[in-house]
């Protein structure tokens, strides 16, 4: 067992290593080599696929259940708004500033420090297994997807997004759907033709006030949203097929395919998911980790954002230093003394159930 106050300085240093190392989705090579470079410092064995690496306690059995650890190296690109270096890993006081220190170097580095803490246990309930996974910013076919079948059964995930330490125990899913409304052609100075955009108005309009039946309690309804419109190629055609684009945010009280499929009987245009695999998530509040979690004066609730809990097909919390409302934003930034408690917190919970 690891003294608490030498993991919190090692996770540190080695957040400020990730920032420092440019690790935009699909292009996290370098922060990959870094994360094995610490486990092997440490003489830990670790296994990479792609840009995803991942290891096991010390005395994994076959015979307990697993918890997954995980979060991600990757980052968003940083915005036009930063007037700080976004790579200078900057400590200024309790702030250390740079991009992905809180989303999600902050998580990671603590969940890295949590697996240290019982890593040499023998007498766990459960083994550990930490995966620090590529691609969650674009949610990529080579991120944590690729290596959920080469992580062994898995019972439950805790995934390290920035909530304050609070408990999202459901998170919304997302669709982007491509929808046409179909008409036909014609002279607009003429009574010609079947004009596609006021077909896709009245499509518009359903997406606009339809309310499904059933609202997740965690959740709320879900949410559609037209982002995007284009029809028509001159000012006197009318237009044969208007299309337009709708971003749906989806619960745990439909699947994506309920819901897909409620939207095309409804719809008068064609209606094509760009796809499914982006599911919602929820967790039983009954969960023991839950419950250990509200022991400790942790409170619940429901993200509208969404993490690498969209593509683990078990029971998920997420839960992780940092303030959500930080994440993407210029200058990034996480408190220093978030990471300590996020460490402290992670390890409290834990210990109620192992």
């Not at 080599?33 to 440490?42: H, L, V």
């Not at 879900?222 to 009318?238: C, D, E, L, P, W």
Request: proline residues 5%; contains cysteine; aromatic residues 8%.
């Amino acid at each position: 067992m690891k003294d608490k106050a030498i993991l919190t300085q090692d996770s540190i240093a080695l957040l400020r290593l990730l920032i420092a190392c440019p690790s935009i989705s699909r292009a996290e090579e370098n922060t990959a080599a870094i994360i094995e470079d610490f486990f092997k410092d440490r003489d830990i064995p670790t296994q990479r696929k792609a840009n995803n690496i991942w290891a096991y306690n010390k005395y994994y059995s076959p015979e307990k259940p697993t918890i997954l650890l995980n979060s991600h190296h990757d980052t968003v690109k940083p915005n036009t708004g930063y007037k700080r270096d976004p790579f200078a890993a900057t400590v200024e006081g309790d702030i250390l500033y740079g991009l992905g220190s809180n989303d999600a170097g902050g998580c990671l580095v603590s969940l890295i420090a949590v697996f240290l803490y019982y890593y040499e246990r023998a007498d766990l309930a459960y083994n550990f297994c930490l995966a620090a996974s590529a691609e969650e910013e674009v949610s990529g076919v080579n991120g944590i997807e690729s290596i959920v079948g080469d992580l062994g059964p898995l019972s439950f995930a805790i995934v390290g997004e920035p909530t304050l330490m609070h408990l999202a125990i459901a998170e919304k899913g997302l669709m982007v759907l491509d929808c046409t409304a179909h008409g036909a052609s014609g002279h607009a100075a003429r009574e010609e033709g079947d004009n596609a955009i006021y077909k896709a108005i009245a499509a518009i309009n359903w997406f606009t006030s339809y309310t499904f039946p059933k609202e997740s309690p965690y959740l709320g309804p879900v949410k559609m949203s037209v982002t995007v419109i284009q029809a028509g190629s001159q000012h006197n055609v009318v237009p044969a097929t208007c299309d337009f684009v709708v971003d749906v945010r989806t619960t745990d009280a439909y699947s994506n395919e309920e819901t897909l499929a409620i939207i095309q009987a409804n719809v008068a245009a064609t209606v094509k998911a760009r796809s499914t695999r982006l599911r919602s998530s929820a967790i039983d509040p009954a969960h023991p980790i839950v419950q250990a979690g509200i022991s400790l004066n942790r409170k619940t609730y429901g993200s509208p954002t969404m993490s690498d809990q969209a593509l683990l097909p078990i029971p998920s919390l997420k839960l992780g230093p940092g303030d959500s409302a930080r994440s993407h934003m210029a200058d990034e930034y996480i408190y220093l003394s978030e990471i300590e408690e996020g460490i402290t917190l992670y390890i409290a919970i834990l210990d109620q159930i192992l």
